[in-house]
């Protein structure tokens, strides 16, 4: 995908995380664990790695606000569970301090100064209510 992507003068910027991961760590409690973070870490050090040469622009998550929301109070996205807004919390906070371990960890990479880290935030246009005339 990425020789594909440069070939045609495109500039690849991968995401590590986009809502769902493996089932083995889903059952490590996921990113609810603290002690999961360094996995992840280990992760977007090898994908970095093996890639490197070809992509210097990557996302450590896609929207983890929303995700950590959808997937622990709504129930929309997985693992599913609905109103643990604590578990939400954890999630969200560990997903963050994931991606700090990981762009502390792929800038400490040979090289690594050359990549560009961060993630992807997800926005909400709000305006205001509709002028509905006198009310009557």
Known sequence: IFASLLRRGMTPNATLHHFTHPQWFDE???????ENIPLFVSYAVKAVQLFGDQCQLWATFNEPTSSS???FIFGAYPPGQMLGLQTA??????MLRAHT???KAIKALPGGEQHKIGLTHMIIPFSHWPDLGPLT
């Open 28 to 34: 490590l409690g996921g990113f609810t664990k603290a």
């Open 69 to 71: 929301t959808m997937g």
């Open 101 to 103: 371990a990981a762009y």
């Open 89 to 94: 919390g954890e999630a969200l906070l560990n």
